[in-house]
């Protein structure tokens, strides 16, 4: 659950207790693990914009290449990797991201945290932190994301349903944020809403790294500029990941097991009836 606070001097908090991930061990090892973080993030705009990322390992199980990347307006910035990070172990990141004052609105700055586990299997932690640089927002977008569950190495279609409010005003436009190894398309796009305020943007998903059993969030990101003043509304939407269905069901299995029976007997009969013709001549 994400929660946020203003604090004096235009200071963010944003406090995220990320999904407690379990992680099976793989064939030939002894023991099961568990890797949990939770992120903690300040968003400092007085000057410029810089992002202070908090990291507690929750889970008891110690997590590889442990690198957190912000991504705000286009820019990624990276910080250095932890090689190893230990349950109950905590590490602090301080990165700056420009220099420039903000035109005053309310923006989204997105948060990844990307590690391994023992087996060398990539995950990726993403959320979201409010920057508030001055002004006052307006009445937000809102919206639902309609997904069905997506099966590992597959495919799916789903929906984004967004809301406008009175008086806001375009062009709006939307950007859509995924966790590592989860694709959704279109990433980016123009947002028309009809004369009620509703749009709908018809989506697809291509799953090629996340595991069954997997929960991850997914975000839209819908942006405007209204006299001169920046507003990012966020809609968060929740993926489960599901076993693909097997090609080969039961009921099929079964059935091709006894016509595979019945033509050996069908072939045994025949080689039987020729033995008995050879020995008649």
Known sequence: ML???RLPGRLTRLSCAAAFLCVVSGPGTAH????GFRVDTDVDTRDGLSVKVTLTQTGDEAAND???????LGKQTTGEPIAKFQPSQDHV???RLRDQPLTPGSYAVVVRVRYSDANGYPFEITSLAPATPGGKAGARVSGAFVIPKVPVDGDADGTLSLKKPKGRSGPFEGVLISPHGLHLTPEHFPVDFDQEGNASIDLSLNNDKLLAGTSVNVFALV????DGF???DTVRGTIHIVAAE???SGTTFYRAAAAAAALLVV???IGALRRRTRGMK
């Open 3 to 5: 929660g946020a606070s």
């Open 32 to 35: 099961a693990g568990s890797i």
């Open 66 to 72: 442990v690198t957190p990347t912000i991504e705000f």
């Open 93 to 95: 990141w301080e990165i």
């Open 223 to 226: 942006s405007s500029d209204q």
């Open 230 to 232: 920046h507003q990012t």
């Open 246 to 248: 097997s090609l080969l």
């Open 267 to 269: 072939l045994e009969l």
